[in-house]
């Protein structure tokens, strides 16, 4: 079933804009972001062909099936809780039912941990990013002998380093492992090229170092250590770092170039916007979408702000909403039951029609 679909067979109950144009907070260069509600075909619903959620390719248009819309709803989510609390201006359209569920019965306490605690994860993203864009990765991997160190008076040195000074060549090396020490191996050299060793990687893309047959007699030229944790390591890093680069946004990578600052700015924008909706909800009771500090979360976006003063901010909304909390009167969690109740109310209409 597509989005194309719920409109075709009028199972739509809500659609609105939403993200930057919700929020006020649009530019000529944003997108356009659609969220809506569904409920399915009797049939679908009742037989086995459930479907909680539809979004498009790109995921900026995701519409939730009416009983999940309402489980995510019960449980304080910052995207979901949104919906309901879309300005006029922002809704689509909406079903007459849809004025069953009223933002009054849903805001609790737990919006403290569930847009503060999404406000953090926004936090870690954006100072996540920096060693991404700071620290760029050649696109070719490192080998396992970048990883490789040779023994060399009660110190190390690096393979490659130590195989140019003496002036051996890797592909004539052997290996043999040490008992009972992980990592370490016994290195030989046949100069001469008889033993048909193996290397000390026999491919360039070899994800561990080769072991060869030692003929009996044959004396080593000295002690290998492979460090594999740290190879292991950075093969992850690499990898992430190259899917990034194929995913990211080409915009928003070139913005947060061009300010020069060590974070992901839009990331830290929406940590200040939600903490302060999260302030507003505990001290007033109320969900205000659209903000009237565009100037100021946009200069945030732009990167005119350091991370550690945006950092501080974040840390002082914080701070004021755990002390509202404590005399907030909101109700702890919403009602369940009552809104699971109005939830079959809502079904056994939509039915009987």
Same mark, same amino acid.
Not at 48 to 65: A, F, K, T, W
Not at 188 to 201: R, S, T, V
Not at 249 to 254: D, I, S, T
């Given at each position: 079933m597509t989005i194309k679909d719920l409109k075709d067979q009028n199972l739509l109950l809500f659609e609105c804009l939403s993200g930057s144009k919700a929020y006020g907070l649009d530019t000529p260069q944003s997108d356009t972001d659609l969220k809506g509600i569904y409920y399915m075909p009797k049939d679908?619903?009742?037989? =086995?062909?459930?479907?909680?959620?539809? &979004?498009? $390719? &790109?995921?900026?248009?995701?519409?939730? $099936?009416?009983?999940?819309?309402?489980?995510?709803?019960?449980?304080?989510?910052?995207?979901? %809780?949104?919906?309901?609390?879309?300005?006029?201006?922002?809704? =689509?359209?909406?079903?007459?039912?849809?004025?069953?569920?009223?933002?009054?019965?849903? =805001? &609790?306490?737990?919006?403290?941990?569930t847009f503060g605690?999404?406000?953090?994860?926004?936090?870690?993203?954006?100072?996540?990013?920096? @060693?991404?864009?700071?620290?760029?990765?050649?696109?070719?991997r490192k080998t396992v002998l970048d990883f490789c160190f040779i023994t060399e008076n009660y110190s190390s040195v690096k393979a490659n380093t130590w195989l140019k000074k003496h002036n051996i060549s890797k592909v004539d090396c052997g290996l043999s492992k040490i008992p009972n020490a992980k990592n370490l191996y016994a290195l030989? *050299?046949?100069?001469?090229?008889?033993?048909?060793? @193996?290397?000390?990687?026999n491919k360039e893309n070899a994800n561990d170092v080769s072991v060869s047959s030692i003929p009996n007699g044959e004396k080593e030229i000295g002690y290998l250590f492979f460090n594999q944790d740290s190879y292991s390591s950075y093969c992850k890093e690499h990898?992430? *770092?190259?899917?990034?680069?194929? @995913?990211?946004? $080409?915009?928003?990578?070139?913005?947060?170039?061009?300010?020069?600052?060590?974070?992901?700015?839009?990331?830290?924008?929406?940590?200040?916007?939600?903490?302060?909706?999260? =302030?507003?909800? %505990?001290?007033?009771?109320k969900l205000t979408v659209k903000r009237q500090n565009r100037d100021e979360l946009l200069s945030i976006k732009r990167g005119d702000f350091d991370y550690d003063e945006v950092l501080k901010m974040a840390e002082q909304l914080m701070l004021k909403i755990e002390q509202e909390t404590l005399t907030s009167k909101l109700q702890d969690k919403p009602d369940e039951r009552q809104i699971e109740c109005l939830l079959v109310e809502m079904r056994a209409a939509l039915y009987a029609n």
């Open positions: 679908m619903f009742f037989g =086995l062909r459930y479907i909680p959620q539809i &979004s498009n $390719e &790109s995921n900026d248009e995701v519409y939730y $099936e009416i009983g999940r819309f309402v489980e995510l709803l019960i449980k304080n989510n910052p995207n979901i %809780v949104e919906i309901l609390a879309t300005p006029e201006e922002c809704i =689509l359209y909406k079903h007459p039912i849809m004025n069953r569920l009223n933002i009054d019965m849903i =805001l &609790s306490k737990l919006c403290k941990d605690g999404y406000a953090l994860t926004q936090i870690r993203k954006a100072k996540g990013l920096n @060693k991404k864009i700071l620290n760029p990765m050649p696109k070719k030989f *050299y046949d100069a001469e090229k008889k033993f048909g060793y @193996k290397g000390i990687a990898n992430e *770092y190259w899917e990034w680069v194929e @995913k990211r946004n $080409e915009e928003r990578y070139k913005l947060n170039k061009t300010h020069g600052k060590d974070y992901d700015a839009k990331n830290m924008m929406h940590t200040i916007r939600l903490l302060q909706v999260a =302030l507003e909800i %505990v001290r007033d009771g």
